[in-house]
């Protein structure tokens, strides 16, 4: 591996990082599919953050949403189905340096992965994580997704789905140790922005549902919300989402809300007749586990030799003469 | 009622000690009456004066099991030797049971030498509940009669002298017994109460140091025998530590940061001792919510430089075959200890068995060449981590290191290991990548390339489980998923050519060959040496390797008239009338060996049992040289 | 530029077809552009009129990949025959293609026969994207300077005089000019169209039909070539489907109730199929949260009494490996069904490999015997299923089948099978049992025996997947998982006893006996006829059963010379400077057979690539009858 | 298997099954194991209701707790670890005529099995669920558990764990489709069986957290709630628990919850300062999914012959003549 002598060298202020830089292989999905705003979103972000390239990683599952680390310019792991998580705590665990970004869809996280999900919001280990929530299995072609509304009609449900639709944020909300909670939407780019942005910020895991629309497979789901912004409910507050004066003009219901109060941020999620995006919960003073767990001795081989001969010390039976 | 009196009445004067060359010792008493702590102490003493030992924990498979129960047998047994000795040996010599019922078991699996020595807690016979008192008599005419050497000890009447709670002071009166019996250093018998309890202060070390000397003093002043083993004292340190201690040791010297585990029988305690120990060195023992979660876990811990291991037994380890196919296809180095236990399925938790072989091989979807290795005895579980390690950096590949329950908790001393900074990795590479570097950069002979870590500059990439091409592209082409396999496949050769070719116990050719691999070593060599002490010509080869294999193997082989695999696992018997060779379902290795060398290896396998004894492994090979062909 | 003119400026007045034994005709678009329905009609039209087919899907690995790309290629591979043909055929003897890039990926892959004939759609010659119409022609140059046939069809222009949106109704004209050039019976042709559109009205009929005719006339009109291949009309009743939808139908047929599943590609379509029609025989099919789910749902299910199937691939089944271990040790009928595709991880999900073999054999910790068989063709999917539920509840174990992404997408007919009731479980056994009845009362002789199914008086016991014994309690004494384990392995031994020994195909003795299992079948027998053809002493021998065996195939092995075996999997090449006996990777089924047989079996293994042809087989052969052993 | 005459009649009321009938093996637990007072709690229900052995399957995973099933005089599957709801599910599936319980420990459910735990909630089947939390990994002997509290000291945590506890009722008052919730004690048998007989005659999947000591490997752990009732906050509702006299005078504490309110619910198991003991949610109405999924078909040859033929004439290439 040659090194170059411009690697060495810190970036000067001219050599700011492009979002091309921030590019990986041309994305994959279909016209239309909401994965491609949130991949604009997050390379804006990461641009705008000037993100060193080798010390970002993103991780993610297996589904059309998993693709994601591939269309970056950074490192990527591109995992298994529904091991996204703890594919990235270990990461995380002795890499504090690395920003780790996990990217994993609906069937990914909340059907195979849901006892990884529930774990990783109690490790609560700094990363940040979108759920493109699309309520649809995409890779595989158009199953019913735990997110699906009852009566999807799906290639396993040719009649209609059975039952409700499993609610990823109010189930988020139950879980122990949390410390971020947002929703989202991939049609409102500046809002989508935000959000990843705050979440990025913050201190823990951050995690996003991100409605994410699957042109390909339910092509009308979201129309609804898409086309009719009263039916979205922004949650805004001093020291988290706020409008744009272009946008506050077209999102009109918006709800100051203060992402520090558990209770009132679960009965938004289970009554709120419309859909809130925004910020539901945060607790910058959540502990993260690479925190507790970070050793107070180096890992340095002097320190092992030694650790290493005061363990064998107590087993050791030395020569009697 | 002669045997009784025998023993309780007599007053010896003086006692010459016998010399005997070995001896098997068992101590059994309820679960949380000391007799583990007993065993090891006297296996500890044995061993710092210079005796061979090997000890076998005797392990009840509840919790706690029921006080009296057949099932709640809990203690040690111990083969103390005037040389170095490498299993736990056949049937005891002599046996002490705080109460009759917890020798039934032992009796009926028949691993008391007939005739043997028992020392027996005498109270029952007294016991207020007339089913108890009825039951030791019963049972205590019936060892008589067979022809037990039966010795009544009332040792909770002499505990109760020095202590008001005998159940947790009667082991060491026991140990006190036993260093008489043995002609142990009482000293270090002392020194060695001092190293248990020291702890928990001077109170109780002075009070178990009184019930040592009480113990010592009655069986001198009561007990009219009296054994002495040679020694052959050190002349360097040894240690002495289980199998999953020296495991965990291995880890620590290995170099690994990061062990990612999810408890499991009889794995766990790996990271038991790990987890007190391995923060104190810079590591971190990660409990994850499932044995998937803890493998992808470290595959993630690995993929970010700090190498990893997962600890698993057999359910945990068929869970994480999915994550163990990642970590083969995306080339992430990835130590998998399994410490193997009687299965399929929960099957025995506890019992040693060596059944994952073929899985550990063939494991995991699609072609998932991986390396596995198997540690024969307790300093081998040491070291073998560290190759291990070593091995999964270097050709960035999984390693899958067997060990089994039998390991796990037996002890054995090994002489103390010399830290060496070359069984570290070296530090996490940070610097850029060239320009024309990429991450799959196949080398066409050996299969090998770099990896490049996050942190890296100019070696972003991400890595999939996709089919992929040497910049870690998704391969659509066809013909694209064949090199990478190829190249995975051809790194388990390169690694292969670098192995040596095990050496053999006994003569390099003649009539038999016995071969096996893992914890059985100690038996079988045990049991090769006896049928050569009289003249037979069997010879054995122990495999460290079992993917790939070193060269020379087949060689060996054909130097032997015949070759027996001896395994913990099963093998269909060709006696059987519904079994032939078109239906026979070989043992693991059997199957390997018949494969890889066509050659016309039997087998024979034990599962469900206690570790495999040398004497059962004698009676195997004498009767292949009785020449019953097939026969197993 | 004289192959174009040739083409579009001829007005031919008379065309006698030229008779032809087959040909493969391939069918290319964007996905979405409609190639694959065009194919499946084209096939289902000729084999309405008594021809032999075989069709192969062209998938791309995206959902919607871009419009004109090379990976983006989607279509059909239809062999035609004047006899029944059991694969895909070699190269392409005429394609039609919606654009010249998705030709090029096929070109690639050297599937189109030199000199053969394409059909091009020709707008994008004049495309007001000039790089578009760059690329065309210098594509359209490159294939005529290559010698290929190339006629560029106005198939837009054309269609544009019917319909207003194209990119739907070209299929269809392509459809016409198929059936005029390989002059298939128009009227079928629109009946299938009736068959297909049907639901949607007569208007969408009546505009494809149009679509069609044009199609037709077109063809009659301006191209001045035309073939027949002959036809046998079929004396009964055939059925067209492909291997999944049979494997689905045969679920239905075998009379399981219950399908518990969770999506993977390629076994997926299953469960679509099934979950629109097992309901209306009153099954279900559940998909559960992930494969573990299923698999215990399935157990679930089958231990109350309603056999169950679970269906998955290649990181599904790794997945379920200990559940499926659970299964051997309870004893509880379960059906895997696993349509493997290219691993290993997460691989080539829709590329075909018989990657799992050894997987299957050997899975699941400790000793899991249970019984693997492989469908070979599509018939033989159907047929498999109703097998493995029957012996799945005959010896109360698991069964395991495997299919392939080859078979799940390739369509053939065959003989339209009659339901019989002997096909299904008699009811749930809910009588009471008998007071000496115990619920593991094994057979000494085959291991078998009973169960008891809840809502049985008297049958209450609890089962479990610790060790055991025959009351189902957990078994703390030695020995006791011993006896569990023997039983279940008598279980193989007995059905293996039952199994017949496979026939051979070609003489019963001779040079070089080719050997294999699964959806390589076909490919092997067609080469293998080809080169007996040529006079050469080669047979083949397929197997259905792989654990256990069928007896006798020793004996067929050992009649010839030399044994190949051939298989859609790794196998490590001797060539190779690297490999040696001593490291050599084998085939998977090339494993077995040389430890179970002591026979030399060499062996050649392809992955990553479509699946294998005749041809491909047909070099191997021969390369070995050339004799330079050991090459593979 | 030979039949017995007396097993062919119907039992009569003199044939009343005793305790001593639903007894199987001696329990091998612990002396002072809390699973010995849910057995009894529980072989006095069936006992009480009378329900006939054969028609009842007790399911478990692996653990301490998942032994229950050898300990019951009825069928039993003692399966996997983490996986009993899944086969639960199966056995319910197509058997609604069979009585199902679920036996689980606080690794098993929340930990290896969480994802199905989420899922089995959602899917709603008829079955009782009873949750042994002892905060610990029992049978492998002291290991953490997701619900030990913060600092303790186990065989994996010999320092004391770090993170703070998973609250499985907050949990599951999060997830979907949600049918009952309760949390009872071992400790408190009147109410252990009026729950647990609350839980077996809700139609639906009916969990219920079981506090239960372990005084192996916790000893004192509960002992705060033991000694002190004042500790403890009894639910009570018109509908649902109701105390004995005798109980109300030691547990003091008691608040009237009406156990549709699911709002009320989450804010009891977030902010209660006691342990609330009793029924959390109940929603009668929620739909299970073995009658969604009841086909509308009889399973019999004749259906499927008729069914097969008729798939297969779509399918079928007549002769042509
Ligand atoms: C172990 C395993 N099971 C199943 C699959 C097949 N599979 C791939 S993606 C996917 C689900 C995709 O849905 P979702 O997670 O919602 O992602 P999306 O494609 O909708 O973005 C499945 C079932 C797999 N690759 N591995
Ligand atoms: C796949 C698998 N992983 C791990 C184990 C080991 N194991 C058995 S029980 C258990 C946890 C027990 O804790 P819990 O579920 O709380 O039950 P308890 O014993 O406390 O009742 C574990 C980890 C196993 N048997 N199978
Ligand atoms: S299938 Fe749906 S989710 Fe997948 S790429 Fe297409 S639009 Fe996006
Ligand atoms: S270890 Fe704890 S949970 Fe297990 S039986 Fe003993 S007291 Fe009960
Ligand atoms: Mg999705
Ligand atoms: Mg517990």
């Known amino acids: ?321 | 009622m002669p045997a009784r009196k025998q023993s309780v009445q007599r007053t010896p004067v003086s006692k010459p000690a016998m010399a005997i060359d070995e001896h098997v010792v068992e101590i059994l008493s309820d679960s949380g009456e000391g007799a583990q702590k007993c065993g090891q102490s006297f296996a500890s003493i044995s061993a710092r004066m210079g005796k061979g030992i090997w000890t076998v924990e005797i392990i009840p498979a509840e919790i706690q099991p029921p006080a009296r129960s057949i099932e709640g047998a809990s203690g040690n047994r111990i083969r103390v030797a005037g040389y170095p000795v490498a299993n736990g040996g056949d049937q005891a010599d002599l046996v002490v049971a705080f109460n009759e019922q917890v020798l039934l078991g032992r009796l009926r699996a028949n691993e008391l030498k007939p005739g043997s020595i028992i020392l027996l807690e005498d109270k029952w016979r007294t016991s207020i509940d007339t089913a108890i008192a009825d039951s030791y008599n019963r049972v205590y005419e019936d060892l008589v009669a067979q022809g037990f050497c039966v010795y009544e000890i009332p040792m909770e009447v002499e505990c109760l002298k020095l202590v008001s709670d005998p159940r947790r002071g009667k082991n060491m009166f026991v140990l006190g017994l036993l260093c008489s019996l043995y002609s142990l250093d009482i000293q270090l018998a002392r020194e060695q109460i001092q190293f248990i309890f020291g702890k928990k202060g001077e109170l109780v070390v002075t009070a178990n140091r009184r019930l040592l000397e009480a113990g010592w003093a009655w069986a001198e002043k009561n007990l009219d025998f009296k054994y002495k083993i040679p020694a052959t004292p050190a002349k360097e340190a040894n240690i002495v530590v289980n199998g999953n201690m020296a495991l965990g040791l291995g880890i620590m010297a290995s170099g690994m940061e990061v062990c990612a585990m999810y408890p499991i029988t009889p794995a766990t305690s790996v990271s038991h001792y790990l987890s007190d120990v391995f923060e104190k060195v810079g590591g971190v023992v990660h409990q994850a919510e499932d044995e998937i979660a803890a493998c992808a876990f470290a595959i993630g811990s690995s993929y970010a430089g700090k190498c990893a291991v997962t600890i698993t037994s057999g359910p945990g380890y068929s869970l994480k075959q999915e994550c163990i196919g990642l970590a083969v296809m995306a080339e992430i180095p990835l130590v998998v200890i399994n410490v193997q236990r009687g299965g399929p399925s929960t099957g025995q938790p506890t019992k040693a068995e060596q059944g994952d072989l073929l899985m550990s091989i063939f494991g995991s979807h699609g072609d998932a060449p991986k390396v596995v290795m198997a540690a024969s005895d307790i300093e081998d579980c040491f070291f073998s981590v560290i190759t291990a390690r070593k091995i999964a950096e270097t050709f960035n590949t999984v390693v899958v290191l067997l060990s089994d329950a039998s390991l796990a908790t037996a002890q054995q001393p090994f002489a103390r290991p010399q830290f060496s900074e070359e069984w570290l990795a070296p530090p996490v590479d940070q610097s850029p990548v060239g320009d024309e570097d990429m991450p799959y950069d196949w080398d066409d002979r050996t299969g090998q390339s770099h990896r490049f870590i996050p942190g890296q500059p100019n070696g972003m990439h991400t890595l999939t489980g996709l089919a992929h091409d040497r910049t870690s592209s998704v391969a659509y082409d066809l013909g694209i998923n064949k090199e990478a396999i190829h190249h995975r496949s051809l790194k388990l050769a390169a690694l292969q050519k670098t192995l040596k070719t095990p050496p053999v116990f006994g003569d390099d050719e003649g009539k038999l060959l016995v071969i096996g691999w893992g914890s059985t070593k100690g038996a079988i060599q045990e049991a090769v040496a006896r049928v050569r002490a009289d003249g037979h010509s069997v010879s054995s080869v122990h495999l460290r390797f079992l993917q790939p294999m070193a060269s020379g193997i087949k060689e060996i082989l054909q130097r032997f008239d015949r070759v027996l695999a001896v395994e913990n696992n099963w093998a269909d018997d060709m006696e059987d009338a519904m079994i032939d060779e078109d239906n026979c379902r070989y043992s693991g290795l059997a199957w390997i060996l018949r494969a890889r060398y066509l050659v016309d290896v039997v087998c024979w396998g034990e599962v469900g049992e206690q570790p495999i004894k040398p004497g059962t492994v004698e009676r195997v090979i004498r009767r292949q040289l009785d020449n019953k062909h097939q026969e197993y």
């Not at chain 1, 040659?2 to 994959?28: F, M, W």
């Not at chain 1, 297996?62 to 995992?79: D, E, K, L, Q, V």
């Not at chain 1, 990783?120 to 199953?143: C, E, F, P, S, W």
């Not at chain 1, 419309?274 to 607790?283: A, F």
């Open chain 1, 1 to 321: 591996m040659a090194v170059r002598a411009r690697d060495l060298l810190p970036r000067s202020s001219e050599e700011r990082l492009t979002l091309a830089d921030y590019e990986g292989c041309g994305p994959r999905w279909c016209t239309g599919c909401g994965d491609l705003g949130i991949l604009t979103a997050v390379q804006r972000l990461l641009r705008d953050e000037q993100l060193p390239l080798e010390k970002v990683v993103f991780v993610s599952g297996i589904g059309c949403s998993s693709r994601f680390p591939h269309y970056m310019g950074t490192y990527g792991f591109h995992g298994l189905h529904g091991r996204a998580l703890p594919i990235a705590e270990g990461i995380k665990m002795r890499r504090p340096d690395l920003h780790v970004f996990v990217n994993t869809g609906d069937g990914d996280c909340c059907s195979i992965g849901a006892a990884h999900w529930l774990h990783a919001t109690r490790y609560n280990m700094n990363m940040t994580v979108m759920m493109h929530d699309n309520n649809i299995y995409g890779l595989t072609k158009k199953q019913v997704s735990p997110t699906s509304p009852i009566g999807t009609r799906s290639s396993t449900t040719p009649r209609g789905s059975d039952l409700e639709a499993f609610d990823p944020l109010i189930a988020t909300l139950g879980m122990s140790n949390l410390s971020f909670v947002a929703q989202v939407a991939d049609w409102i780019p500046e809002l989508l922005y935000k959000v990843i942005s705050l979440a990025f910020h913050h201190r823990g895991f951050s995690f996003i549902r991100i409605l994410q629309r699957c042109p390909e497979f339910l092509p009308d789901h979201f129309e609804p919300w898409v086309q009719d912004p009263d039916r979205m409910q922004i949650l805004t507050h001093e020291d988290g989402v706020q409008l744009s004066s272009a946008l506050s003009s077209v999102y009109r219901h918006q709800e100051e809300h203060d992402p520090s109060d558990l209770i009132k941020a679960r009965e938004i999620a289970a009554t709120s007749e419309r859909m809130p995006v925004g910020i539901l919960y945060r607790n910058p003073d959540a502990p993260c586990y690479e925190d507790l767990r970070r050793p107070k001795q180096l890992f340095t081989p002097a320190m092992i030799g030694a650790g290493l001969e005061k363990e064998l010390d107590k087993f050791t039976i030395w020569p009697t003469d």
